[in-house]
């Protein structure tokens, strides 16, 4: 019934109650409020009270809430399960050094999960070996929050993933100057062969992490200013609406 379907939603209820533990951690006054708000619908679960939950769903504003949190659930597993299909045997590796960077700068989880399994698929495609492509993919998934965080542009990820694949048009808007002339260039001084698509692809890399050698850790950086704290809550919120949405994921699919 309603309310064996509630009690499963435990497990999840544990997720809402760190994430607003690290909201907490953030802005204080606003992570209790939430946690608070959290353990209450915990107790509510366990102590099997639907007609408090059929309240909350009755609500309007609480519907839309739900609904958006739901729809920022299916996203995160739906950029989680391409992060491991990528990634393959090497998922437990890469997923750490994202959790290590997802702790020190503000950043789309899913949006740069999704971004990160992209390069570490196109040096697999390219002929890059797997240590290589899989280094290459933490580089260049570094650099592409900082590009972020510095040009405040979404567009700058798809520029720079564009650049790497031997497209530099859009990525001279943020700054970059090269051309197929100073990769190949590039890729003799390396000593590689410039006929090798994965050679191009280790020279196009060596000249953006040289050239925005500028902005390295600027997210970083930024991450500790009041600007960054206010971004860091925003996507708390979103990591928080996730953890929500997983908790009602078992009663909209009913």
């Known amino acids: 019934g309603l309310s064996s379907k509630l009690k499963s939603c435990i497990p999840s209820m544990n997720k809402l109650q760190a994430a607003t533990k690290k909201l907490g951690n953030t802005f204080r006054s606003v992570g209790t409020s939430i946690k608070s708000f959290g353990a209450g619908i915990k107790g509510a679960i366990i102590g099997g009270l639907t007609s408090q939950v059929g309240q909350f769903f009755a609500l309007q504003t609480a519907v839309n809430g739900i609904k958006k949190s739901f729809t920022g659930y299916l996203e995160s597993l739906e950029s989680a399960a391409k992060f491991q299909h990528t990634f393959g045997s090497a998922t437990e590796e890469a997923t750490q050094w994202m959790d290590e960077l997802d702790a020190k700068v503000n950043m789309n989880r899913a949006e740069m999960e999704s971004f990160a399994s992209t390069l570490y698929f196109m040096g697999q495609n390219m002929g890059v070996a797997q240590k290589e492509s899989m280094k290459m993919s933490k580089e260049m998934t570094s650099l592409a929050t900082d590009l972020l965080a510095f040009t405040g542009d979404a567009a700058s990820l798809d520029a720079l993933a564009g650049a790497l694949r031997g497209e530099y048009d859009s990525l001279q808007n943020y700054g970059a100057v090269l051309d197929s002339a100073s990769v190949k260039a590039k890729a003799l001084a390396m000593g590689l062969d410039e006929s090798s698509e994965s050679a191009l692809l280790m020279a196009r890399r060596a000249i953006l992490m040289e050239q925005f050698g ?18 860091q809550l925003k996507e708390n919120f979103t990591k928080l609406g996730n953890a929500v949405g997983s908790c009602f994921a078992p009663l909209l699919q009913a």
Not at 214 to 231: D, F, H, S, V
């Open 214 to 231: 500028g902005i390295l850790g600027y997210a970083e950086g930024k991450a500790m200013t009041l600007t960054g704290q206010i971004g």
